[in-house]
């Protein structure tokens, strides 16, 4: 398990790394800081490395660049993004022209992204991570669009920060069960003072939002957590 979790996770972090690379990249003006001349810089591993930096990949256009939060391949050459700027979801074809974009106004903080069966993508917001009035009312939810954007389900209540079967403490990340059932990471640190303090935790749903089971608590023990921010199945599911 730590193996396989292991080597996930280079992988991911491999991916990712590039992509944000690219984004940087592509963000800056160029002149500014050097990037117009600069090589990108080299990558160091135990195997080599079969990735390279695509330069000015993907063409954002006006969209202010985001924390990348969520990256999935689509299987057809294209690629999806959950970040933190509007619009916060898009959608990439290979050669990284925009051509799909949802979600505005709808995230406080993006946290947590993943496709399910069906292609369904499941998209989370944390909630704010501090006391801020301007986000009243908003945040710790997750949302299940259909890949043309259309909002198909909601999980947990606006702006309610609890452990609860319809609500969340601050979802961080989901993956999908073999069965198809959605699987929540949940408690960000930090949280807001009104945000109830512990309760950290893993909770599964049914593809119909249905809750189904929790398990841990916050500690620092095996099965406890305190701010889980990342799942996936092993080979035994």
């Known amino acids: 398990w730590r193996e396989a979790v292991t080597h996930v996770s280079r992988i991911g972090c491999t991916l990712v790394a590039t992509i944000i690379a690219a984004f940087a990249l592509s963000g800056a003006p160029h002149g500014q800081s050097g990037v117009q001349n600069r090589e990108p810089p080299p990558f160091s591993g135990a195997t080599d490395n079969p990735y390279r930096i695509v330069e000015n990949w993907p063409d954002l256009g006006d969209i202010q660049p985001g924390a990348a939060i969520g990256i999935i391949p689509d299987d057809e050459g294209g690629t999806w993004l959950h970040h933190r700027s509007e619009p916060p979801i898009i959608k990439f074809d290979a050669s990284g022209k925009i051509v799909k974009s949802f979600g505005d106004g709808m995230f406080v903080q ?72 959605i699987v929540i990471a949940d ?44 799942l996936a199945f092993d080979s035994q599911g």
Do not use: Y
Request: proline residues 9%.
């Open 110 to 181: 993006a946290h947590g992204f993943c496709m399910d069966h069906d292609g369904n993508l499941w998209a989370g917001d944390s909630g704010p991570f501090s006391d801020s009035p301007a986000t009243a009312g908003r945040g710790f939810q997750f949302f299940k669009f259909s890949p043309d954007g259309e909002l198909l389900m909601t999980l947990g209540q606006a702006g309610v920060s609890r452990a609860g079967p319809d609500t969340f403490l601050g979802p961080t990340a989901c993956t999908v069960a073999p069965n198809g059932d």
């Open 187 to 230: 408690g960000h640190f930090p949280r807001p003072s009104t945000a109830q303090q512990d309760g950290d935790r893993i909770v599964r749903f049914s593809t119909d939002g249905k809750f189904i089971a929790q398990w841990g608590k916050q500690g620092s023990n095996p099965g406890e957590f305190k701010g889980p921010h990342a």
